[in-house]
């Protein structure tokens, strides 16, 4: 498992690397700042961020005595106006690999101090700017009570054929992700992904436009609507849905583990974050593997940390997507770090079209 997670994560930061290599000069932190007590981290929401709050921010704050301040949500373009403005408000950013590279690539980071971290541990070796702390897929859900075994979506190709899986259908805005999904639902192999072949994926995308009743901003909005009935499918992640089968979960939901776009998490310290210092203890703190191991023994992510993965219980195992699925696809970093800003642009377009 964790071979699959380095050669995927591995690609991610190649073009990390580069792009850290060839960022400008960016605003620095004033030394004052740096000896606050607090720090800046931005959050997902949802069951997500309330299982990190508990497991992870509580525990740093009460060991060390800095106070993490949580707030959405993990966004390039927020990042890149701070920047511009000189008034960085983040310190930690917490983004999927695709952003992760881009910011990299545009400057967007921090060189990192990893001297309080066991770097051989990681299963994912980190680079100059940012670090992988775990590993995760999304998939399609349903209510379970609602639609028996067979009567659901369970790969890409099933969620975009309206005719054998009628009902309204709700995805995430954005291309990323999106684009590659409406590919393998149209035949295209998972070796054979990228470069993407945008038309064809726009094509699939016209086809299936009239079903999607909503258009989801956030993961809780894609939890909520399923679990309200406003639509029948969505997509999500495994970690999400698990804490919907918990006690105050609500509406418990199921989640498709037969075909998966896979994905790694990354941390970075924004150039000239205010708070550098307790940023790089933070993300130390995060990659500790009793840290991940308590986070993921509730969560279900994949985490980075080798000793973590050994403490892991079965019952979790049983929500951690197969990192080895052939059915399932490695989203390319790489890729996104070239042709995120106008990709996107043209997803939006679309969407208003």
């Known amino acids: 498992m964790k071979n699959v997670v380095s050669t995927v994560s591995r690609r991610f930061f190649l073009t990390a690397g580069a792009g850290a290599l060839a960022a400008p000069l960016g605003i620095r932190a004033s030394a004052a700042a740096a000896k606050s007590n607090s720090l800046t981290f931005t959050g997902y929401g949802g069951s997500y961020q309330e299982q990190l709050t508990r497991l992870a921010i509580n525990p740093f704050t009460e060991e060390t005595g800095i106070k993490v301040n949580v707030v959405p949500a993990p966004d390039l373009a927020r990042v890149k106006a701070q920047l511009l403005t000189g008034n960085v408000e983040w310190d930690v950013f917490d983004g999927n690999s695709a952003q992760m590279a881009s910011g990299s690539k545009l400057g967007f980071w921090e060189k990192l101090d990893l001297s309080g971290v066991d770097v051989g541990d990681l299963a994912v070796s980190p680079t100059s700017d940012a670090v992988v702390w775990g590993a995760y897929g999304s998939g399609f859900i349903w209510d379970p009570k609602k639609f028996s075994d067979g009567k659901h979506p369970a790969t890409c190709a099933e969620f975009f054929d309206v005719k054998k899986f009628p009902g309204r ?185």
């Open 169 to 353: 259908r709700s995805l995430r805005t954005g291309a990323f992700g999106n684009l590659e999904a409406a590919l393998l639902a149209d035949g295209v192999l998972p070796k054979d992904m990228y470069p993407l072949d945008l038309n064809r994926a726009f094509r699939a995308l016209d086809r299936l436009k009239p079903s999607i009743a909503v258009w989801a901003t956030t993961n809780p909005q894609s939890i909520s609507l399923v679990q309200t009935g406003e639509v029948d499918f969505a997509s999500s992640f495994a970690n999400r849905v698990k804490a919907t089968t918990e006690p105050g979960g609500g509406v418990p939901l199921a989640f498709s583990f037969e075909q998966n776009l896979l994905d790694s998490e990354g941390l970075a310290v924004l150039k000239g974050a205010p708070n550098k210092e307790n940023a790089m203890k933070f993300i130390a703190y995060l990659l500790r593997p009793e840290v991940q191991a308590r986070m993921d023994n509730e969560m279900g992510s994949v985490p980075v940390s080798k000793k973590a993965q050994s403490m892991l219980g079965p019952e979790i195992r049983k929500w951690q997507v197969d990192l080895n699925n052939p059915k399932s696809l490695y989203l390319d970093a790489g890729y996104w770090a070239d042709h995120r800003e106008a990709v996107e642009q043209r997803f939006k377009e679309w969407i208003l079209s």
